[in-house]
């Protein structure tokens, strides 16, 4: 640094265009704007996820309150009251097969479901996005051997994987969690791992190393920024896919256990009665579906405003 | 005196190379081949003394940006050592200390900077990374955004993406001084820059030079930017080094017949001098199986007998002033004078 120094005191400006280079001066209107705030600024026009992104809101927002939303005791069964239609007696939605309301099963459910949506990604992204860096960064290998594991998983089809891990685990909120987690994790890694090996070869990493970094502190500043993007984004789309797995987990008896509401395990037991009250019936799969697709739009919108070729 | 008096890291007398590379070696394996290697380099040895540019020309994949990689340790040379400074590399001093006096800008801007990092992080990352709190470090990158004649409060928040191909390696060559090298290895900085951009920066790099003292490993194909910038020249072909010497001896009378090729390769701006025939003709041999004897005999116009069957030494001929080269027949072409 010492040259460094001394030679910009005795030179009181340096930027007076000594070296024959004029000193650079952009057009002084241009604004400058980071990555995120650049990824900001397309997400607000962008009215239709945003509208999604509403409603994704709302449904979050309608789960976390669901004790001080819902009129009545989800757990309260009636026997004179079951099965009723929409508006019967102040139940909004209705009454399920055992009586209890419609709408305050629905808000609690949305809790289950969305924890069943939300935990397995978050897990997964932990695990399998930190073993896709350490094999993309690593090469040789370690990458073989990560990705050849993460292949054997692939070779299931993800729901049969799910079911599979689920059933030999046995039911259960917890278990259900871990067996989506395993199933996301080799999809997870290979994001990862290709993101990672697209930005090893590049120069910068290896001027990162000229410069006397070492492997972790190239992983931390450079490597992470760069593989954090496409992570997110396919992490987003997997809570859509995560919601419905678990539903279908519930639905088959392997997920979470009654009486607790679960968007797919009131689905599965309504299924009987369809003929009866049909609208009410369908309520679990519409949350279901709503919620799902409104997670996917999301996502589609993000990957639009972050995956920027720069 | 001033010399010495503004390298305070200075350890031997100012005649003392910087860095000295002995029979330095990177044989890459092929998968599958049975044992065969690409031999990138293969034995090269030269010093590079200080305050000097040396400049260092030939063809596409004779082993360049390998030996650019090998000086700073980006890869591990298979043989050989390097002295810096009289202290040898992982005996003397060792590599974090080389990497904290020897720094390198690439050849393609763009991909030498994060995209996710404003320029002003990318710069402060090697003082950073050496130890630097963060502010100091900040302190150290606005001061060599200033160097490279760019506006720190303008330029530093902005992301590579935001800035042209000169102003990335105007960058670029800020986050090499940022640390306070006392060697910088160009590889191909200007290659990929337009003619007029490649000039800005070739004098940006020729004034730096001189404002803090620094030696250049110059890579390039271009003769004409290593003939502007280089106190010495080292003509490689296929690893190997195939002429050293100063760049008047090396212009005006190349020795061997392939630094005669590449000289004679250039297009000329003079319609009278225009040739029709090619001076070189073919690809280089395949770098996996050079051939026996000269390296260039299979191209060389002049090869006779000797050339096929004996590897001709590196000071197989000498001439003043301290021009070296690898030819069996250079004395007899010696009154070939090109310019």
Not at chain 1, 130 to 136: E, R
Not at chain 1, 285 to 304: E, H, K, P, Y
């Amino acid at each position: 640094m010492a040259e460094i120094n001394a030679a910009i005191v005795s030179e009181p400006r340096p930027l007076a265009g000594a070296g024959g280079v004029e000193a650079e001066q952009g057009p002084p209107s241009t604004r400058v704007r980071g990555y995120w705030r650049s990824v900001g600024f397309r997400l607000r026009h962008d009215p239709v996820t945003l509208a999604f992104a509403a409603v994704v809101l709302l449904i979050v927002l309608a789960a976390l309150l669901a004790p001080a939303l819902a009129p009545f005791d989800p757990y309260k069964e009636s026997i004179i009251g079951r099965l009723k239609p929409f508006g019967w007696r102040g139940h909004l939605l209705g009454t399920d097969e055992l009586g209890r309301d419609m709408l305050s099963r629905l808000l609690y459910g949305g809790r289950v479901s969305l924890l069943m949506g939300v935990v397995p990604v978050l897990i997964a992204t932990l695990i399998g996005g930190l073993l896709g860096v350490i094999a993309g960064f690593l090469g040789g290998r370690t990458n073989t051997a990560i990705m050849r594991v993460m292949d054997v998983f692939y070779a299931f089809p993800s729901v049969l994987l799910a079911v599979a891990i689920a059933g030999a685990m046995g039911g259960g909120m917890a278990n259900g969690m871990l067996a989506l987690s395993l199933v996301f994790i080799p999809p997870m890694c290979r994001v990862a791992e290709t993101a990672t090996t697209q930005v090893r070869t590049l120069d910068f990493i290896e001027a990162a190393r000229a410069s006397g970094a070492d492997t972790l502190t190239i992983i931390r500043y450079h490597v992470l920024g760069n593989v954090l993007g496409p992570v997110f984004i396919y992490a987003s789309s997997l809570v859509s896919v995560s919601v419905l797995l678990a539903s279908g987990l519930s639905f088959l008896g392997l997920g979470v256990r009654p009486p607790i509401p679960d968007w797919g395990l009131m689905l599965s037991t309504l299924r009987q009665s369809i003929y009866v009250v049909p609208y009410v019936c369908a309520l679990p799969g519409v949350a279901i579906f709503v919620t799902s697709i409104c997670f996917n739009l999301v996502s589609d919108g993000l990957r639009g405003a972050m995956d920027v070729r720069m | 005196m001033d010399q010495l008096a503004l390298a305070p890291h200075d350890h031997g007398e100012p005649h003392q190379p910087l860095l000295i590379a002995r029979d330095l070696k990177k044989h890459f394996p092929v998968k599958g081949s049975g044992g065969k290697a690409v031999q990138a380099v293969d034995g090269i040895s030269f010093t590079v003394r200080k305050g000097e540019t040396l400049g260092i020309v030939g063809e596409s994949g004779c082993g360049k940006s390998t030996l650019a990689r090998l000086l700073l340790y980006l890869l591990v040379p298979d043989t050989g050592e390097l002295v810096f400074d009289g202290a040898a590399v992982g005996d003397g001093i060792t590599v974090g200390a080389l990497r904290r006096h020897v720094q390198i800008v690439f050849q393609d801007s763009y991909s030498s900077l994060n995209p996710r990092m404003p320029i002003r992080d990318s710069v402060a990352f090697g003082p950073f990374v050496q130890g630097k709190p963060r502010g100091e470090a900040r302190r150290i990158a606005r001061e060599a955004l200033a160097r490279v004649r760019l506006d720190p409060d303008l330029f530093g928040p902005r992301y590579p993406h935001e800035l042209s191909g000169g102003q990335k390696q105007r960058v670029n060559i800020a986050r090499a001084l940022a640390t306070g090298p006392r060697m910088v290895i160009l590889d191909e900085p200007v290659s990929a820059l337009d003619k007029s951009i490649e000039a800005q920066v070739l004098n940006l790099l020729r004034a730096l030079k001189r404002q803090l003292n620094l030696t250049y490993v110059f890579i390039s194909h271009d003769l004409n930017v290593v003939r502007y910038l280089s106190d010495r020249v080292l003509v490689m072909y296929l690893g190997r080094v195939v002429e050293l010497g100063p760049v008047e001896a090396i212009y005006a009378r190349p020795a061997h017949p392939y630094t005669r090729a590449l000289l004679a390769s250039q297009p000329s701006m003079d319609p009278g001098r225009r040739i029709e025939q090619p001076p070189i003709t073919g690809e280089p041999p395949n770098p996996i199986s050079p051939p026996a004897g000269c390296r260039f005999h299979t191209r060389c116009p002049f090869a006779e007998a000797l050339c096929t069957s004996v590897d001709p030494p590196l000071p197989l001929w000498t001439g003043p002033p301290s021009h070296i080269a690898a030819c069996h027949l250079a004395d007899r072409m010696r009154p070939a004078r090109l310019t």
